[in-house]
């Protein structure tokens, strides 16, 4: 049997999703289609196999008339879906020819992440799989290395050359709060301990039984079935390390743009709430330390103003002839409870001139 790089099993079950889309009601892109049916068309080898319906219609249209014709009203989905899975398996069978599947998501998110080097190793490790079990296993490991790399790198941090797999597998983690330490929950700890110890015996496996180094005549050598899942393992933490990191980036651009979103100064409960640039951010800060002050203190501010320069300093106004000493201790309570933190503040207005807070952080101490 010729053996077929098994990214092409990929586009097989991408097929049949979007044709198994376009028979249950849902949309199917015609470009799509018509490049993943020529690319079994075009192969000898493979386009018996493919599904005569799919051979003998060009379009979405075509698509869609052949499984009306399979069978309409009650139950016409499941029938359909059915159908195609039942029409696309000695394609399958074909191209995974060793019976370890691969999930089309990795090469989708390995190619979204569009790292030099990254989909290369992914791919080379998938064609290696049957012809060279020992070089796929190599690749494996190399592929979760280039991973760990480049989110380490995006983060600005660099991997030191003399760094195994799972010491960069444990940077990379910690960086994305993936590390068991970092949880408390007992079913998250021992799914991350999981994935940890994955890493840690892919890099055991492919120091004993891959092609890095030399075993003599009594070494083990690895069958496709080990191969199929170093390499599935592999592509399965790549996955999830690269879609953890997409998710921490996104959530990392909302939080700066929201951090630079202008506000005009407000009052409230009728204090003025302004900075030196007026970003939303300080605004909700400072309304969360209003919120802190007892009616009794927030009634004898006038302002509290926060230096968006020095970042978290900030300036309380009070009003005249409404000082108390009490203000000093009860405002940096409620800015420690609200913020967490200062970087000094400073009182203006009625009451001894120049008293002011040096900066505090709690975790300081």
């Not at 195609?84 to 399958?92: G, S, T, V």
């Not at 490790?125 to 190599?138: N, W």
């Not at 968006?308 to 800015?335: F, H, M, Q």
């Amino acid at each position: 049997m010729t053996s077929t790089p098994n990214y092409k099993l990929d586009n097989a079950i991408k097929l049949r999703a979007i044709i198994t889309a376009r028979g249950t009601g849902g949309e199917m892109s015609d470009f799509e289609f018509r490049l993943l049916r020529s690319e079994f068309l075009d192969d000898p080898s493979i386009k018996p196999y493919l599904p005569r319906f799919v051979r003998d219609n060009v379009d979405g249209d075509g698509i869609g008339a052949y499984l009306k014709d399979v069978h309409t009203g009650g139950g016409a989905y499941a029938i359909r879906r059915q159908h195609i899975a039942q029409a696309f398996q000695p394609l399958l069978d074909r191209l995974s020819e060793f019976g370890a599947p691969v999930d089309s998501g990795i090469s989708a998110t390995l190619t979204r992440y569009n790292a030099e080097g990254v989909s290369t190793v992914w791919q080379k490790a998938l064609e290696r799989r049957t012809i060279d079990p020992e070089g796929a296993i190599t690749a494996a490991r190399t592929l979760l290395e280039e991973v760990c790399k480049h989110v380490l790198e995006d983060a600005g941090q660099e991997a030191q050359d003399k760094w195994d797999l799972p010491k960069l597998y444990r940077e990379a983690s910690s960086l994305m709060s993936l590390s068991p330490s970092q949880h408390t929950e007992d079913a998250l700890k021992r799914i991350l301990g999981g994935c940890q110890s994955v890493v840690e015996n892919l890099g055991g496996l492919r120091n004993k039984i891959s092609d890095a180094h030399g075993g003599g005549r009594k070494r083990v050598r690895p069958s496709g079935r080990h191969a199929a899942l170093a390499v599935n393992l592999a592509g399965s933490m790549a996955m999830f390390l690269i879609e953890t990191w997409d998710v921490q980036q996104a959530k990392q651009a909302v939080k700066d743009a929201k951090q630079k979103e202008p506000q005009d100064p407000i009052s409230y409960k009728g204090v003025l709430l302004s900075s030196r640039k007026n970003y939303s951010t300080e605004i909700d800060g400072m309304r969360r330390i209003v919120d802190e002050l007892s009616p009794e203190i927030s009634r004898r501010i006038e302002e509290i103003w926060c230096d968006s320069k020095a970042g978290r300093t900030y300036t309380v106004c009070i009003r005249d002839g409404l000082w108390v000493p009490e203000i000093e201790l009860e405002v940096n309570s409620a800015i420690l409870a609200a913020c967490g933190g200062h970087n000094g503040i400073y009182f203006e207005g009625d009451g001894p001139a120049g008293t002011d807070w040096d900066p505090f952080w709690p975790e300081e101490d």
